[in-house]
């Protein structure tokens, strides 16, 4: 492999999220019964005249000036032309020159390095119907069209030929759909298609300037494919070179079970789409307020809450990166530390909890962690429980168990099972000599020198206690009562 380098371009098309359609009134509702959500316009009858949804235009807008883009004033749609067995009036209406962004750029780390890939654009256009041929499990011997996916709004993004490896691939796209759904233009999800990806592949001579004969991997739906599909097609394409062969310009489909490209159709240059004008869609310049008052409505993005995290709360890096991974999760953090007094002492062990405790019970019932059980106040009342030393963190993760499997208020689970820390240095004293009187064999391994021993008599006062006393306090009583 050492021979050649690798070279990837991506297409990635995000459904925008606005609740009509971009160019009528229809709803964009997921799972809807088929055609319940059409009208003349989206169903292509002759005549209707299609009326551009502002809220997508404003989507497109935002997410390229989160990605620094330029914005092109100009406002302009096109047809492209093409028989769509799912698009009846076949053509689609997109934008040709100018897209509504221009150069943008992301930043993406892989392997503790930073790169930035150059977007060449992002723009408007309407998604297609789809073709049924299969209900309730029974394969059709014809075809059913639906077209309730017809005219949804998509914005298309395009990279430069610029990503050199699957993991560059990988963390461009999840840096991406991390970004968009911060800014919540698209919900990206990629299991209801609302985030899709073409994925164009060539590999050269390294040193070798022009770019390799590409493959393109049509309409794939998980990023992890996405770096499959990348790595199998670099081996297959070094293969055919190595062995003399020649490579086709072609579109390729991922075939995720069998681990394989496989060929669909070959694709000899660009084809002509015949694009025009789309004279039911008169151009028109967007005003500089529409794009500043956009710019003002930007949130907080994932790389300078990171930095506001560590600065801010004292995090590490690392924790940081876990909470900002989704905006869910970085606001449910949020609210935690809101009902906290001590936010400095509080930060670190709230991000403990939601990132081994809380996050294991989340994915292993797949809940997002907004439909929490536990929610955010509850998750600070238990931290506060601990912060405070009413709870050791033993019992805190029996608490917690009761707390995730119905919904409780820890205050309320401790007062009336009554887990308060023993801290009445009286009580422990009592437990300790007991266990002390029980355990001959413990003390006499830590008279002995044998210091480790220790542990083992802590271990038994913290039973015979419930968990329920101050393991600073046992340690303190039983040194002085060993060692005199
Ligand atoms: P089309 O619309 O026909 O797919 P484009 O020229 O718009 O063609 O390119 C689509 C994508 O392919 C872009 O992301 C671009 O960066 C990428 N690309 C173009 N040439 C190559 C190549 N030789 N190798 C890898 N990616 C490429
Ligand atoms: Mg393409
Ligand atoms: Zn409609």
Known sequence: MSKY???IGLEVHMQINTKSKVFCECSTQFGAKPNANTCVVCASQPGAIPILNKKAVEAIVKTGLALDFTINKQCAFARKQYFYPDVPKNYQITQSEPPLCSKG?????????????NITRIHLE???????????????????????????GLMELV?????????????FLTELKNIVEYLGT???????GKMRCDVN??????????????????????????????????????????????????????????GITKSMRTKEGALDYRYFPEPDLVPFDLPDSFIEDLKKQLPELPKIKKERFIKGYGLSEYDANYLISTRTIANYYEDSLRFLQDKKAAAKPIANWISTELNAKLNASKIDISESPVSSQNLAKLVSLILSGVISGKIAKTIFEEMYEKSSDPEVIVKEKGLMQISDESAIIKICEEVIAESPKAVAEFKAGKERAIGAIVGLVMKKSKGQANPQLVNKILLEKLKS
Do not use: F
């Open 186 to 192: 698209s919900e990206c999800s990629m299991e209801e």
């Open 105 to 117: 750029k992301l930043a993406i780390n892989v392997g503790g390095k930073e790169k930035v890939v």
């Open 126 to 152: 309407e998604d297609a119907g789809k073709l049924v041929h299969e209900i309730g499990g029974r394969k059709l011997d014809y075809s059913l069209l639906d077209l309730n996916r017809a005219s949804v």
């Open 201 to 258: 592949v060539s590999i050269r001579p390294i040193g070798q300037k022009e770019l390799g004969t590409r493959v393109e991997i049509k309409n794939m739906n998980s990023i992890s494919g996405v770096r499959d599909a990348i790595a199998y097609e670099v081996e297959r394409q070094a293969e055919a070179l190595k062995s003399g062969g020649k490579l086709a310009q072609e579109t390729r489909l991922w075939e995720a079970e069998e």
């Open 159 to 171: 990279t430069e030929p610029e990503l050199s490896s699957p993991g560059e691939a990988l963390a």
């Open 5 to 7: 380098e690798t070279v």
